[in-house]
């Protein structure tokens, strides 16, 4: 794998879409964000301040939230409008950060065992950018442990990073979904909100 495995597009959504989406995430009154006491490896934390909300929309492929749909269209519109096929998607988790005193980059990781892409849709400007680096999970090394202890014995000690990017409203990142990466907290908008979505792509 190589850095050019990694596609950022800006204003990838139409605005209409785009916006519905937006507009129902940022509902606060009504959107249902579930406490996570810790935002990556529960076993690495020690802090008392890494936590984050979330809120999960579709898992292993089935809608489970009245979210999904405004999720899907915008995955679709996306895809359409990269003038690729629409991906069979597995996972739409969306994230939100809050600002912290402290700059902070949470556990290197990926989201799953299974071969998988991931997609980042940024829903609002902020800092707390996304860590990428040179570095994928070996499915021929996985010897059952956790993701925490993989990354441990195989990872950590040998962690190059490759870059980073800063969350824009309405901007795509696709990448191999074996490529380890990282959220950080912003401190300097209050905020960070992402979508985050696994798929298949459809060869």
């Known amino acids: 794998m190589c850095s050019s495995d990694l596609k950022i597009v800006d204003d990838c959504v139409e605005s209409k879409y785009f916006n519905t989406l937006r507009n129902e995430i940022f509902d606060f009154k009504h959107m249902p964000w579930f406490l996570s006491q810790y935002t990556a490896y529960k076993q690495k934390s020690t802090d008392t301040d890494d936590f984050s909300f979330s809120h999960l929309a579709i898992k292993d492929g089935h809608d489970i939230s009245e979210?999904?749909?405004?999720?899907?269209?915008?995955?679709?519109?996306a895809f359409?409008?990269?003038?690729e096929e629409i991906p069979k998607i597995h996972r739409v988790r969306f994230g939100l950060i809050l600002k912290s005193h402290?700059?902070?980059?949470h556990g290197p990781h990926v989201d799953h065992h299974a071969p998988h892409?991931?997609?980042?849709?940024?829903l609002n400007d902020s800092d707390g950018d996304t860590y990428f680096y040179d570095n994928y999970y070996d499915p021929s090394l996985d010897e059952r442990l956790s993701q925490f202890d993989y990354y441990q014995k195989h990872i950590k000690?040998?962690?190059?990073?490759q870059q980073s990017v800063t969350p824009k409203s309405n901007k795509l990142v696709l990448f191999d979904g074996y490529q380890y990466h990282a959220s950080s907290c912003p401190t300097k908008t209050q905020l960070r909100v992402v979508m985050n979505f696994n798929y298949d792509k459809n060869l």
């Open 117 to 122: 892409q991931t997609g980042l849709l940024y």
């Open 80 to 83: 359409e409008n990269l003038e």
């Open 67 to 77: 979210l999904a749909p405004y999720a899907r269209l915008c995955i679709n519109r």
């Open 157 to 161: 000690n040998h962690l190059k990073f």
């Open 102 to 105: 402290k700059h902070k980059i």
